[in-house]
Structure formats: C-alpha cells, structure tokens
C-alpha cells in the first residue's frame, strides 16, 4: 500500500541545508498497525507529511496502492487526502464554532457525500467512540481526550484506507492517552492501516511493527526485516501492485 524508496527532503535554513529526510525506504502493507517513532528533528513528522500528500519529496519515489504518486494532479492529491487518508492530530484540528457532530460532518460534505448518507456516518463514527450524547456539544465544551475522539470519529466517517496520526496521545494524560490507543487497536482489528507518528516509546510498542526514524534516516525496523532500505520498485510500480 504505501512504498517509500530511497525518498529525500531538503530545506534551505539561510545557508544552511538540512536533509530532514536522507534517503528513506519503507514500506508499509495494507491493514498493518505501525508506529514511526523519532524524538523532536528526526525527520518523522516530514515523513508523515509526505505520506499524508501534505508535502512531496524532492528525491525517490513514493507509490501510493502501486503508483507513483508524481503521476497524480494537485486535484487529485486533495482528493487522496479527502478519501484515502484519515487524518489525527496531537492538536486536534478541530473547528471550535462547529459542534462534535458537524466537525465529523465536514469532510463528509466536501466529498460530496449525500445528506442522509452523511447523518448514518456521522451517526455510526461519534457512537463507536461512544461520544453520540455529546454530539451537540462544542471542542471548548469537551475535555482533550473527548477531542481527540472526535477527531477521531472524523477521520472514521470518511471511510479512508489509511489513519494517519501525528502523536494523537501528545497532549493527554497517560489514562486518557490508553483509551485513544484501544481505539486505534479496535480500527486495526477492523481492517484499518494505522501509521501512529510518536516520540513515546510506550505508545510506539503497542502497534504490531514500529519504524525508528533518526537524523532523516531509517535507523531500526523492529519487525525484524533483513534491510528496510531494500525494497525495490521498477518504474512503473509494479513490484507493489499486488497490494
């Protein structure tokens, strides 16, 4: 589902040039649980924000379910990130004026999503993480760790291939942060690919395989793979089509 080969990013700081990202490969199969896990300036949240589409690489190849993700439009990058990618944020993200409900709502209508197709979603999503009594409720009516399910709950609706969360236990306490981590599992065990980005190495065991990212490079694949940095993709992508 997703392959990253050899994959760099640079930035220009003044004079400075730092590789954020050093010639990264990984790959990642439909319905795993991984964790990336690096401390603050390891590369990760950039690694995060390419897989996510928020950004793209400046060298190597990044195929999304067998194509190379260099082959698709801007418009056709956002509609990745509004249909194929489910987003968690260690802030939340959420709109403070809108209820619980119509925060999971919003994604729904810009994918054009119907009216009673969206209220069953909706519905479904703020239930299975048993915030339907508080659906009338606003963020600034509701603890963190009841935001962090509401966004939760947001990125279920839209019914994407892929959870991408960015240290969603980051601003919890450690009780609240455990029950966000059993709903990821429960995503899992659903058939969800789950790619958990962290610093806690607590949080980074509990998914099946965890991913040590260090100075923009792959440092250790803990799921024991002879060598992550071996993963080679012909042009046309074949090699991960069977995903």
Do not use: W
């Amino acid at each position: 589902m997703i392959v990253l080969n050899n994959v760099s990013k640079i930035y220009h700081m003044g004079d400075e040039i730092v590789r954020a990202l050093d010639g990264v490969s990984i790959h990642i199969s439909r319905g795993e649980f991984v964790s990336i896990i690096g401390p603050s300036g390891s590369g990760k949240s950039t690694l995060m924000n390419i897989i996510g589409c928020l950004d793209t690489a400046d060298s190597g190849e990044y195929y999304l379910d067998g194509l190379s993700i260099k082959r698709y439009t801007e418009k056709s990058l956002a509609m990745i990130r509004s249909e194929k990618i489910g987003f968690v944020f260690q802030n939340f993200n959420l709109i403070n004026t809108m209820t619980a409900e119509e925060n999971v709502e919003l994604p729904l209508i810009y994918q054009g999503v119907g009216s009673a197709e969206r209220k069953a979603r909706v519905t479904e999503a703020l239930e299975k993480v048993d915030l339907y009594g508080r659906r009338k409720h606003t963020p600034n009516q509701m603890s963190g760790g009841q935001q962090q399910r509401v966004a939760i709950a947001r990125a279920m609706a839209a019914r994407p291939s892929i959870i991408l969360a960015d240290e969603p236990t980051g601003n919890l306490d450690q009780a609240t942060g455990r029950q966000i981590m059993s709903l990821f599992k429960e995503l899992h065990e659903q058939g969800n690919t789950i790619v958990l980005i962290t610093h806690d190495e607590h949080v980074a065991k509990q998914a099946d395989r965890s991913i040590e990212i260090m100075d923009g490079r792959v440092r250790e694949d803990r799921e024991g793979r002879k060598d992550v940095n071996d993963h080679s993709v012909d042009q046309d992508g074949a090699q991960v089509a069977e995903i």
